[in-house]
């Protein structure tokens, strides 16, 4: 597919279109996770704010914009059907700088992981193994429905919640918070399940497989839900077999408004799916935390 650039003919790409490229919204999943990691360890940060101020740029604005710069060179085609105002298939990143961009913050993103000791540096060639495998052939694991959001949850959610904890600790993390990390990761499968209703089209013609393609969108939408929803239900009750029942109801209480949120977003799936990016997904962050303090002090004996 050709694309037809919508800018003048240039040699270096403009920087706003490079800050566009790397999505700073997109950040702040995976910051806040790397937070709530830092949270549930258990652990003072007191003279390791410059780790937990490294692991959070790391987590955002190096890795995840890497991630989203990996994605979109390899989308180019895609975005140019779903997107085309976007920088690489306009023109406003001119040549293979969308490709040279994503590894120089692959590079950044290495050296910056070196710097967390050997768990920090662990989940950083993990993250970026993920980012690549996401989007790169011939792996390109976002074409199927399960894998491509499943990859994406764990790394927006449960590695950086990992890590934080990893390296706070100085160690492996707790049963429980690995437990939670994992259970959130789960549930972040149906919140990027909401991010494919934009490309729905686009998707179709390239032949990806995401959850709105294969089942529609009004049905996709319920199994994102479910998919939000379940794990969820499984934290509230394991925080009160692990004597934690304030807790267990806030996560309650901000799961019920999630519901009731959902409830409005399957009116129509497709239209409202951003709108639930913006709340529904806040309150699901918001249960993490409250998961966080819940867990900072199980088996601190």
């Not at 298939?89 to 910056?112: D, E, K, N």
């Not at 497989?209 to 969820?232: E, F, H, Y």
Request: aromatic share 8%; charged share 10%; with cysteine.
């Amino acid at each position: 597919m050709t694309m037809v650039s919508t800018y003048p003919a240039r040699r270096y790409p403009s920087p706003m279109a490079v800050l566009r490229l790397i999505k700073p919204v997109t950040w702040f999943p995976p910051m806040l996770a790397y937070g709530i990691g830092c949270v549930s360890a258990g652990v003072s940060p007191s003279g390791q704010w410059g780790m937990v101020i490294l692991g959070v740029l790391l987590a955002g604005p190096v890795v995840c914009g890497m991630s989203q710069a990996a994605n979109d060179w390899c989308d180019r085609h895609v975005d140019a059907i779903n997107e085309p105002h976007r920088g690489i298939p306009s023109g406003a990143i001119p040549g293979r700088w969308g490709l040279g961009i994503a590894w120089a913050m692959t590079v950044l993103a290495l050296i910056l992981g070196w710097q967390l000791g050997p768990w920090g540096f662990g989940a950083t060639i993990a993250g970026v193994l993920a980012a690549w495998a996401y989007s790169a052939e011939p792996v390109r694991l976002k074409r199927s429905w399960l894998w491509g959001p499943g990859v994406c949850g764990l790394c927006y959610e449960g590695l950086p919640w990992f890590t934080g904890a990893a390296v706070l600790s100085a160690g492996a993390p707790s049963v429980y918070v690995i437990v939670a990390a994992l259970l959130y990761s789960v549930g972040a499968h149906g919140i990027m399940t909401l991010n494919d209703f934009k490309a729905l089209e686009g998707d179709r013609q390239m032949g990806l497989n995401s959850l709105p393609v294969v089942a529609g969108p009004d049905r996709a939408a319920k199994i994102a839900c479910a998919v939000m929803a379940l794990p969820q239900i499984v934290m509230i009750v394991l925080l009160l077999t692990w004597d934690r029942p304030l807790h267990s109801a806030g996560v309650a209480v901000v799961l019920g408004l999630q519901l009731l949120a959902m409830r409005r977003l399957l009116r129509d799936p497709k239209g409202l799916a951003p709108w639930y990016n913006g709340t529904g997904v806040l309150l699901y962050v918001a249960g993490m935390l409250i998961t966080a303090f819940a867990i900072r002090t199980l088996g601190a004996v």
